[in-house]
C-alpha cells in the first residue's frame, strides 16, 4: 500500500518534469529550432534519468517488501496443533 503510493507521486512528479520543457516552450514562444531540436532532446534526457529513477525506487520498494515477508508472523506462534492421532500439542 505504502509502495503504490511513493510510486503514484513519484510519478506525478516525474510527468510534471517531462512537460516542463514544453511548456516553457511554448510559454517563451520559442523558434524552430528549440521546437524541433532542443525541446525533445531535453525530455527524452529528462525521460532517461526518470526511467532510471523509476526502476531503482521500484527495486527498493519492492526488496523492503521481500524483507517484511520473511519476518515470523508472531500471532500464530502459540497455537496449539492437532497431530494424526489426535492429541495436541503446543507449538513451543
Known amino acids: 500500500m505504502f509502495s503504490s503510493k511513493v510510486m503514484v507521486i513519484y510519478r506525478i512528479i516525474a510527468l510534471l518534469i517531462l512537460s516542463m520543457p ?3 516552450n511554448i510559454y ?3 523558434d524552430i529550432v528549440s521546437s524541433i531540436i532542443y525541446v525533445p532532446l531535453i525530455t527524452l534526457g529528462f525521460s532517461a534519468i526518470a526511467i532510471f529513477i523509476d526502476g531503482k525506487l ?4 519492492n526488496r523492503e517488501m521481500i524483507f517484511t515477508k520473511l519476518k515470523v ?3 500464530n ?3 496449539k496443533i ?4 489426535g492429541i495436541s500439542k503446543s507449538v513451543i
Open 77 to 79: 506462534m502459540y497455537l
Open 73 to 75: 508472523p508472531t500471532a
Open 28 to 30: 517563451s514562444n520559442g
Open 82 to 85: 492437532t497431530n494424526d492421532i
Open 58 to 61: 521500484e527495486s527498493s520498494l
Open 22 to 24: 514544453t511548456a516553457i
